[in-house]
């Protein structure tokens, strides 16, 4: 994905982890310390993104749903 440089931001990290993200992507598909960085953002973003969607089913939902299955069999 190409992003023009309007997009683009800049982000200031410490030298050692910089030093020590560049170690960890020696022989892999990432090309810089800043693609990589950018693709864990996007994983940890994601991931409370999905952990909020399941924030969003209250007790009340469950309760609906468990009454829902029992009343059709699948729960006792």
Do not use: W
């Not at 440089?5 to 022989?27: F, V, Y």
């Not at 990589?36 to 969607?53: A, C, F, H, N």
């Not at 924030?55 to 468990?66: H, I, Q």
């Amino acid at each position: 994905m190409y992003m023009s440089e309007s997009n683009i931001t800049t982000i200031s990290i410490p030298r050692p982890l910089a030093d020590k993200l560049k170690k960890r992507i020696a022989g892999t598909g990432f090309n810089s310390v800043s693609s990589y960085v950018t693709y864990i953002l996007r994983q940890v973003i994601s991931g409370s993104e999905m952990d909020k969607r399941k924030e969003a089913f209250s007790e009340e939902d469950e309760r609906k749903v468990k009454d829902r299955l029992r009343g059709l069999g699948y729960l006792d």
